[in-house]
């Protein structure tokens, strides 16, 4: 059996016009992903060549998935490792002489499908997302992070009690919010957080989250990242499969300009839906999966990982 991913649709919209978009979407024949890259908490840029140190790192790593193969040979974990290992160098050459606290380092989650031979295979770090509709009509979710937008929600919600509103778009203005914020990325890619990303953590690899799965039970994938899954996670506008079934019916752009209109005109301040930022950075992708049985099929063998 044959396996390709074919993208039907795809959106990135920046959380501010006035700064940069730190996600990016990547796509092949057999290979999907959206990359998350995290809100930078330094106090200055260092990767010259980008608007932001978190878009240089999303940009990176994307380049680095699109040169994944079909064959499985590289498994996520040693392309985690890798990439990981190949960004630290870079970076910190970039940094030079530079001492760089550890909360200012560029992090990024991400969510992928590989298509590898007559499976599909799930990886991810992070609070991204892979939704898969089954061919029974039910949706599945595969994310590393599970529900953790329900944490960064409390979390946020007491500094909004505290400040009462967003000021200029955000809480990342006010010193005791960017503290507590600082303090959390210091521990992340520690086996005291649990956290693990993209960056500059080489032992990240080993904690990718995967999932290999027959083909032939799929349909469609729907790769997002937190700020897109937020109308079914953060906002409850849709469940998983009224979000999938509006994503395939209508399109992403419809779901995009839903997210605004809830963020800018719903709740523009953060009262309903407690978030640090006005406004994040949403970006999906939506591909079918198509799985073609050869004229004379050989015999295949393989596992199947379940994910729960």
């Not at 529900?147 to 009462?164: I, M, N, P, V, Y």
Request: with cysteine; hydrophobic share 40%.
């Amino acid at each position: 059996m044959t396996v390709k991913l074919d993208i039907i649709d795809s959106l990135s919209l920046p959380g501010s016009p006035d700064k940069a978009n730190e996600d990016r979407l990547g796509h092949a024949e057999h290979v999907a992903f959206v990359i998350d890259g995290a809100t930078g908490l330094g106090d200055r840029r260092y990767m010259q060549s980008h608007d932001s140190d978190a878009a240089w790192l999303a940009e990176f790593a994307a380049r680095h998935f699109l040169g994944l193969t079909d064959t499985g040979e590289t498994t996520a974990i040693d392309a985690v490792s890798e990439l990981n290992r190949a960004a630290r160098a870079a970076f910190f050459e970039a940094a030079a002489a530079d001492l760089v606290p550890r909360y200012a380092w560029p992090s990024a989650g991400f969510a992928m499908i590989r298509a590898i031979g007559d499976r599909i295979e799930f990886c991810g770090l992070g609070d991204c997302k892979a939704l898969l509709l089954r061919q029974d009509g039910e949706v599945e979710i595969h994310s590393a992070l599970g529900d953790f937008f329900t944490a960064e929600g409390e979390a946020a919600a007491r500094q909004l009690s505290r400040l009462g509103r967003f000021h200029s778009g955000s809480l990342l203005g006010d010193a005791e919010t960017l503290a507590g914020l600082r303090a959390a990325r210091e521990r992340h890619n520690t086996p005291q957080s649990g956290i693990w990303t993209l960056g500059m953590v080489e032992e990240a690899g080993q904690h990718v989250q995967t999932a290999r799965l027959p083909a032939s039970d799929y349909i469609l994938v729907l790769l997002c990242s937190d700020g897109f899954s937020s109308l079914a996670d953060a906002y409850g506008h849709y469940t998983p499969r009224e979000l999938m079934q509006a994503a395939s019916q209508n399109g992403l752009a419809p779901l995009g300009d839903e997210i605004r209109r809830i963020e800018r005109k719903i709740d523009p301040d953060g009262i309903r839906f407690p978030r640090f930022k006005q406004s994040d950075d949403a970006s999906a992708l939506l591909a079918k999966i198509k799985a073609e049985r050869p004229a004379n099929p050989g015999r295949l063998q393989g596992q199947t990982q379940r994910y729960a």
